[in-house]
């Protein structure tokens, strides 16, 4: 079947580390976002990539960095100075950077300080 | 800047209700609307894409509506279930400026008790 993963499922970090949480889509999507969830509040987007080779910030990009060297992964880099990293990260496709397309969602990975 | 607000936060409901979920938005320049469900814990599965030329979509017992030109939407479910119990996330897809991400509500989340 077609999707979305995300792993790991749960991911700890240590004050100080940087830590990659992994996107893999199947989909033949050509557009890839990475979304924060906090609790009471809105998915709020990180990164986006409308094609290999290319990406833009979102509205909270400080402390992340993404790559995109393949079209079916868009890996997420939280580092050091991302002062508040605990979080609910989703990743998100789209057939295509076009605006009548609907977004699939991965099933997250939990992110906490230790 | 796009801003979406969903109405009630929480809903508690006796089994076979049928209920009305709502969604607001600020700027109707949209391209298209989606309607999530998201079960504790988990990522978000898509319910209803409805494009801003289109007035409603459904699917089994649920039917979503919309109006742009006033900025809302309402996400209908018949006959509700147990199994309905999640929290439903609405998206709008434009408005402030932007035609590539999304802007979520921050949720109603839905209880039907057996």
């Known amino acids: 079947d077609g999707g979305i993963t995300q792993s790991p499922k749960y991911l700890f970090r240590k004050e100080g580390q940087n830590v990659t949480l992994s996107c893999e889509q199947n989909?033949?999507?050509?557009?890839m976002y990475w979304y924060r969830q906090d609790p009471g509040q809105g998915l709020r987007l990180i990164y986006y990539?409308?094609?290999?080779?290319?990406?833009q910030k979102g509205d909270i990009a400080e402390g992340y960095s993404v790559s995109r060297e393949k079209k079916e992964s868009f890996p997420l880099t939280v580092t050091s100075a991302q002062k508040n990293p605990t979080a609910f990260y989703l990743c998100?496709?789209?057939?295509?950077?076009?605006?009548?397309?609907?977004?699939?969602f991965g099933s997250g990975t939990r992110l906490t300080v230790v | 800047k796009q801003e979406v607000t969903q109405i009630p936060a929480a809903l508690s409901v006796p089994e076979g209700e049928n209920l009305v979920l709502n969604c607001s938005f600020t700027?109707?320049?949209?391209?298209?609307l989606q309607w999530f469900r998201q079960d504790p814990g988990k990522g978000l599965t898509s319910l209803l894409l409805?494009?801003?030329?289109?007035r409603e979509q459904t699917s089994g017992r649920l039917n979503a509506s919309l109006d742009k030109s006033s900025g809302r939407s309402t996400l209908y479910i018949a006959a509700s279930q147990p199994g309905d119990s999640a929290t439903y996330l609405c998206?709008?897809?434009?408005?402030?400026?932007?035609?590539?991400?999304?802007?979520f509500g921050k949720g109603t989340l839905l209880t039907v008790n057996p």
């Open positions: 700027d109707s320049a949209i391209y298209n």
């Open positions: 990539s409308q094609i290999v080779n290319d990406f």
């Open positions: 409805i494009q801003s030329s289109q």
């Open positions: 989909l033949n999507h050509d557009a």
């Open positions: 998100a496709s789209s057939i295509g950077s076009g605006a009548s397309y609907g977004y699939t």
């Open positions: 998206a709008v897809r434009g408005g402030g400026g932007s035609n590539y991400k999304l802007t």
